[in-house]
């Protein structure tokens, strides 16, 4: 069994910031990516951030310079501090984590986590 759990979204200003929290936990040998992703009204869900086991990462054009993803390995927990929040920004925001369990790569979903930027 593998739980993944967000927490941290809310409502906020244009302008405002939020962090975003996500901890795997459960059965597994290690976590290879752990990502964050979004999904607007009518939308399709679309990659925002990810931070690879080694500490590399990938942005999403939208959210560069403004959006900062990092892990804590020890805590099996990856984080998105959010600045400059935009109305745009408003979506439920998922948890993607991959990792290795059983000799095998899975990947798991978090329940998701929504984020309101409205004045």
Same mark, same amino acid.
């Given at each position: 069994?593998?739980?993944?759990?967000?927490?941290?979204?809310?409502?906020?200003?244009?302008?405002?910031?939020?962090?975003?929290?996500?901890?795997?936990?459960?059965?597994?040998?290690?976590?290879?990516?752990?990502?964050?992703?979004?999904?607007?009204?009518?939308?399709?869900?679309?990659?925002?951030?990810?931070?690879?086991?080694?500490?590399?990462?990938?942005?999403?054009?939208?959210? =560069?310079?403004?959006?900062?993803?990092?892990?804590?390995?020890? =805590?099996?927990?990856?984080?998105?501090?959010?600045?400059?929040?935009?109305?745009?920004?408003?979506?439920?925001?998922?948890?993607?984590?991959?990792?290795?369990?059983?000799?095998?790569?899975?990947?798991?979903?978090?329940?998701?986590?929504?984020?309101?930027?409205?004045?």
């Amino acid at each position: 069994q593998v739980h993944v759990v967000e927490s941290g979204g809310g409502l906020v200003q244009p302008g405002g910031s939020l962090r975003l929290s996500c901890a795997a936990s459960g059965d597994f040998a290690s976590i290879n990516v752990m990502g964050w992703y979004r999904q607007a009204l009518g939308n399709e869900r679309d990659m925002v951030a990810r931070i690879r086991n080694g500490g590399s990462t990938d942005y999403a054009d939208s959210v =560069k310079g403004r959006f900062a993803i990092s892990r804590d390995n020890a =805590k099996n927990t990856v984080y998105l501090q959010m600045n400059n929040l935009r109305p745009e920004d408003t979506a439920l925001y998922y948890c993607l984590v991959n990792l290795r369990r059983l000799g095998s790569d899975f990947n798991y979903w978090g329940q998701g986590t929504q984020v309101t930027v409205s004045s």
